[in-house]
């Protein structure tokens, strides 16, 4: 992490919106995203407008939470459809899955920017986001789409810092992907276990936990929480209710990853 202040980073933010003049924002809800809009409003308020894709892999609490901060804070908000598993060879979840989406997301939203006259399409990745494997941020070069948070070199608790400053009830959400990530590639992804993964992580956060992942293998249900969370997990009470209820929504077999969540864990299948 470089020696520049968070404080003087969103000062550069600022002014690096400034000069976009206008910008439609892809907004999925999340800590970064939310942030980006924030800051985008606040500086070139009407001229902003939030974009945010409704698919069977976004699930639906984030998409009203996208709705609902737009009405809060006065924004301008327009949900497009955009369904990945439509997409030709998405399905069967190559190596290149986020790529696919991301091009088909920004192109959409692209369209939306042009017949809204806004001069520039931007997206929430953060100095973070380099060091994994993001085929996604390919789709954002070669669509010619801004990432603010990243030119003015931001990482992630920095932008949480920086949201809890501003009073975002997002300074403290969990990270958040598409549900699409959580299947093993080439492993065929389909509405009826994208529904799975929704409801089994949906189950875990009213049961209270925060950082979580319910990864998929076949029919088998991998899950990840934070090192923290992972003995109350495994308390006997907490842990029947969490098995009985995910074999009743149709995995076989129902794991605790003792490694706990880690972001981007199913790269490790990646051939180095």
């Given at each position: 992490?470089?020696?520049?202040?968070?404080?003087?980073?969103?000062?550069?933010?600022?002014?690096?919106?400034?000069?976009?003049?206008?910008?439609?924002?892809?907004?999925?809800?999340?800590?970064?995203?939310?942030?980006?809009?924030?800051?985008?409003?606040?500086?070139?308020?009407?001229?902003?407008?939030?974009?945010?894709?409704?698919?069977?892999?976004?699930?639906?609490?984030?998409l009203k939470e996208a709705e609902e901060f737009c009405r809060k804070e006065g924004i301008r908000h327009i949900i497009v459809d955009s369904e990945e598993l439509d997409i030709e060879g998405f399905r069967h979840n190559p190596r290149n899955r986020c790529y696919l989406c991301k091009h088909e997301l920004f192109t959409k939203i692209i369209a939306i920017a042009q017949e809204n006259h806004l001069a520039y399409v931007a997206e929430?990745?953060?100095?973070?986001?380099?060091?994994?494997?993001?085929?996604?941020?390919?789709?954002?070069?070669?669509?010619?789409?801004?990432?603010?948070?990243?030119?003015?070199?931001?990482?992630?608790?920095?932008?949480?810092?920086?949201?809890?400053?501003?009073?975002?009830?997002?300074?403290?959400?969990?990270?958040?992907?598409?549900?699409?990530?959580?299947?093993?590639?080439?492993?065929?992804?389909?509405?009826?276990?994208?529904?799975?993964?929704?409801?089994?992580?949906?189950?875990?956060?009213?049961?209270?936990?925060?950082?979580?992942?319910?990864?998929?293998?076949?029919?088998?249900?991998?899950?990840?929480?934070?090192?923290?969370?992972?003995?109350?997990?495994?308390?006997?009470?907490?842990?029947?209710?969490?098995?009985?209820?995910?074999?009743?929504?149709?995995?076989?077999?129902?794991?605790?990853?003792?490694?706990?969540?880690?972001?981007?864990?199913?790269?490790?299948?990646?051939?180095?």
């Amino acid at each position: 992490m470089d020696s520049t202040t968070p404080a003087k980073k969103l000062l550069a933010l600022k002014a690096y919106l400034n000069n976009l003049n206008s910008v439609a924002i892809a907004f999925s809800s999340g800590v970064d995203s939310t942030f980006l809009l924030k800051v985008a409003h606040d500086v070139l308020g009407d001229q902003v407008v939030a974009v945010t894709a409704r698919s069977c892999s976004f699930p639906v609490r984030e998409l009203k939470e996208a709705e609902e901060f737009c009405r809060k804070e006065g924004i301008r908000h327009i949900i497009v459809d955009s369904e990945e598993l439509d997409i030709e060879g998405f399905r069967h979840n190559p190596r290149n899955r986020c790529y696919l989406c991301k091009h088909e997301l920004f192109t959409k939203i692209i369209a939306i920017a042009q017949e809204n006259h806004l001069a520039y399409v931007a997206e929430g990745s953060n100095m973070d986001d380099n060091g994994d494997y993001r085929p996604g941020l390919k789709a954002v070069a070669e669509l010619h789409v801004v990432s603010p948070l990243r030119y003015v070199g931001l990482y992630k608790e920095e932008i949480r810092q920086l949201s809890k400053e501003l009073g975002l009830t997002t300074w403290n959400k969990q990270s958040f992907a598409c549900l699409s990530s959580r299947f093993v590639y080439g492993e065929e992804i389909s509405p009826e276990k994208l529904s799975m993964v929704d409801k089994a992580e949906q189950l875990l956060l009213d049961l209270g936990f925060t950082q979580l992942r319910v990864r998929i293998h076949g029919t088998i249900a991998r899950i990840e929480v934070g090192q923290d969370e992972i003995l109350r997990l495994a308390a006997p009470e907490i842990r029947r209710q969490v098995s009985e209820a995910l074999h009743g929504l149709g995995f076989s077999y129902v794991t605790l990853d003792m490694d706990g969540y880690q972001t981007g864990s199913m790269n490790r299948t990646l051939p180095k």
